[in-house]
């Protein structure tokens, strides 16, 4: 018996150095800190102030061929600022909130693409909240920027207007041509940093012209943002235009 009782109590003990042993054993091991996978570094943000920009615009849609164009500009990794026309806005509202969605900028161009230096002003101010209403009610945002058609304006005009007034210094044409080549030639012969290039997303001319144009303008060193972007650094002021950003950013992006 005392032998047995003794071969019981070396087996106990056999079985918890067992089980200790295997309790350490299912631990997960930590890994070491230098073996984590480097994770990748965000991308710089940018400044307009010193960094070259530029911003596409489109105007009088939004059209049939918007969509195609968020595609397209999805494609090439680049944002755009639509100056919409109110009164197309409840016919392509799902347009507006992929705008939204996808990092646009939304801006006014009016209701009725009415020439403001031949309205009343109780035109004029139909002409503005009237828009900013629909833009509202589609995509939940208040546009803060203006584009007068034609690019029409004056400062008896622009009082009237309780937002700054976007204009442009480089007209791709694209309207008149029709021409997705000649539109992308037009751009860059005039484009520099700091400017604003005026397109229209109801050709579809402009929406094919548009990756070769991107793909241009980026091996030139070009950040492609919208305009509230390049104006960032700077107070944009109701009742005040803008062509383009003066004294802009010159630093090329690298390759």
């Not at 530029?54 to 755009?80: I, W």
Request: hydrophobic share 40%; net charge neutral.
């Amino acid at each position: 018996m005392p032998v047995r009782l003794k071969s019981s109590r070396a087996l106990c003990g056999l079985a918890m150095a067992a089980a200790l042993l295997l309790s350490s054993c299912s631990a997960p091991a930590q890994p070491a800190a230098d073996t984590a996978p480097d994770s990748p570094a965000a991308p710089a943000p940018v400044d307009c102030s010193v960094d070259a920009c530029v911003a596409l615009t489109f105007d009088d849609g939004p059209g049939k061929y918007t969509d195609r164009l968020l595609d397209e500009l999805t494609e090439v990794q680049s944002p755009g600022t639509f100056f919409v026309l109110g009164k197309n806005v409840p016919k392509f509202p799902e347009a507006l909130r992929r705008m939204v969605a996808e990092g646009h900028e939304i801006a006014s161009h009016t209701y009725d693409h009415r020439d403001l230096t031949k309205s009343t002003r109780e035109q004029i101010e139909r002409e503005v909240s009237a828009t900013n209403k629909a833009i509202d009610k589609a995509a939940g945002v208040t546009p803060r920027l203006l584009r007068p058609p034609y690019g029409a304006h004056g400062v008896v005009y622009d009082r009237l207007i309780p937002m700054p007034l976007v204009l442009w210094d480089v007209d791709t044409l694209d309207w008149k041509t029709l021409d997705a080549k000649k539109t992308v030639s037009t751009a860059l012969d005039e484009v520099k940093p700091g400017s604003i290039l005026l397109m229209h997303d109801i050709h579809e001319s402009s929406v094919q012209a548009v990756p070769n144009l991107v793909s241009k303008l980026k091996e030139r060193g070009y950040h492609l943002v919208t305009v509230s972007k390049l104006f960032e650094s700077r107070e944009l002021k109701p009742s005040k235009a803008y062509s383009r950003l003066e004294n802009p950013g010159t630093k090329l992006a690298e390759h």
